[in-house]
């Protein structure tokens, strides 16, 4: 459970992150997995996923997380996935790169954001070519604070996705209060979605909404052709998933299209 002081304490380990500039906690590194547009027959974007420097889950790195370096981790992986990403050839593939954050790991977005807009300038990867994703797995407890991380992510052309929709603690009372630019629809909705009618309702009906309100929405966790199937008849046209590739240790996979 978090003290007072741990707050105190992790609150000035930020400052001085910011005033020495940020390294990581612990090493880790990235392994990527591909978003891809149907219609386009492209990939739309590339999520930089977390992974031991030997190739460790990201349950094993996350673990490591702590109040007193949450901060720097969050921080660290941006810099971290877009210079990979970077120095593996992303920017000539014209895809965009996808980046979990921490919205409790922030402290004041305008200061906070200034790492990643740097790390991206020294690696010429243009800021509408970032996803920034806020996970639903994640309990908001501050809504002011995320209503200025919209903001300042939108002022410097940086991309939202809310990930894991569906899954998580806020839902549709989240997306009511923010519109991101990408929605993510949980693996849990599609699983079997070609023989469960529910699902096939929801996924519907969620398919409008991101209509409605101008979003992009991927549908993640997309592992059989019968899935796809059955998610191309009801719209959907941004996917990821083992069916097109798994993520590739320090690697950006190819899929053939």
Same mark, same amino acid.
């Given at each position: 459970? @978090?003290?007072? &002081?741990? =707050?105190?304490?992790?609150?000035?380990?930020?400052?001085?992150?910011?005033?020495?500039?940020?390294? $990581?906690?612990?090493?880790?590194?990235?392994?990527?997995?591909?978003?891809?547009?149907?219609?386009?027959?492209?990939?739309?974007?590339?999520?930089?996923?977390?992974?031991? /420097?030997? #190739?460790?889950?990201?349950? =094993?790195?996350?673990?490591?997380?702590?109040?007193?370096?949450?901060?720097?981790?969050?921080?660290?992986?941006?810099? @971290?996935?877009?210079?990979?990403? *970077?120095?593996?050839?992303?920017?000539?593939?014209?895809?965009?790169? =996808?980046?979990?954050?921490?919205? #409790?790991?922030?402290?004041?977005?305008?200061?906070?954001?200034?790492? @990643?807009?740097?790390?991206?300038?020294? %690696?010429?990867?243009?800021?509408?070519?970032?996803? &920034?994703?806020?996970?639903?797995?994640?309990?908001?407890?501050?809504?002011?604070?995320?209503?200025?991380?919209?903001?300042?992510?939108?002022?410097?052309? +940086?991309?939202?996705?809310?990930?894991?929709?569906?899954?998580?603690?806020?839902?549709?009372? +989240?997306? %009511?209060?923010?519109?991101?630019?990408?929605?993510?629809?949980?693996?849990? &909705?599609?699983?079997?979605?070609?023989?469960?009618?529910?699902?096939?309702?929801?996924?519907?009906?969620?398919?409008?909404?991101?209509?409605? +309100?101008?979003?992009? +929405?991927?549908?993640? #966790?997309?592992?059989?052709?019968?899935? &796809? @199937? *059955?998610?191309?008849?009801?719209?959907?046209?941004?996917?990821?998933?083992?069916?097109? %590739?798994?993520? $590739?240790?320090?690697?950006? /996979?190819?899929? %053939?299209?």
């Amino acid at each position: 459970m @978090t003290t007072q &002081l741990d =707050s105190a304490l992790a609150t000035r380990k930020k400052c001085g992150d910011c005033a020495e500039g940020i390294s $990581a906690p612990f090493p880790f590194t990235m392994a990527f997995q591909p978003i891809v547009d149907l219609a386009r027959r492209r990939i739309y974007s590339y999520e930089a996923l977390v992974r031991g /420097p030997g #190739g460790e889950s990201a349950a =094993s790195v996350l673990e490591q997380v702590n109040p007193l370096n949450k901060y720097a981790f969050d921080q660290s992986c941006r810099v @971290t996935a877009i210079q990979l990403a *970077a120095r593996l050839g992303i920017i000539e593939t014209g895809a965009k790169l =996808s980046i979990n954050f921490i919205p #409790g790991a922030m402290y004041r977005p305008e200061a906070c954001v200034r790492t @990643t807009l740097a790390a991206a300038q020294r %690696a010429g990867l243009t800021t509408d070519k970032i996803v &920034l994703e806020l996970t639903e797995n994640e309990k908001i407890v501050d809504f002011n604070l995320l209503h200025q991380i919209f903001d300042v992510y939108c002022r410097n052309k +940086l991309c939202i996705a809310i990930d894991d929709f569906g899954a998580g603690f806020a839902g549709l009372d +989240l997306l %009511a209060r923010f519109q991101p630019d990408v929605l993510k629809l949980d693996m849990q &909705l599609v699983r079997g979605v070609e023989n469960v009618a529910p699902r096939r309702v929801i996924i519907a009906a969620l398919v409008r909404i991101a209509a409605e +309100l101008g979003l992009e +929405l991927v549908v993640e #966790g997309v592992e059989t052709e019968a899935e &796809l @199937t *059955a998610l191309r008849a009801l719209g959907v046209n941004l996917v990821q998933g083992y069916y097109f %590739a798994k993520p $590739a240790f320090e690697a950006l /996979p190819r899929v %053939a299209l």
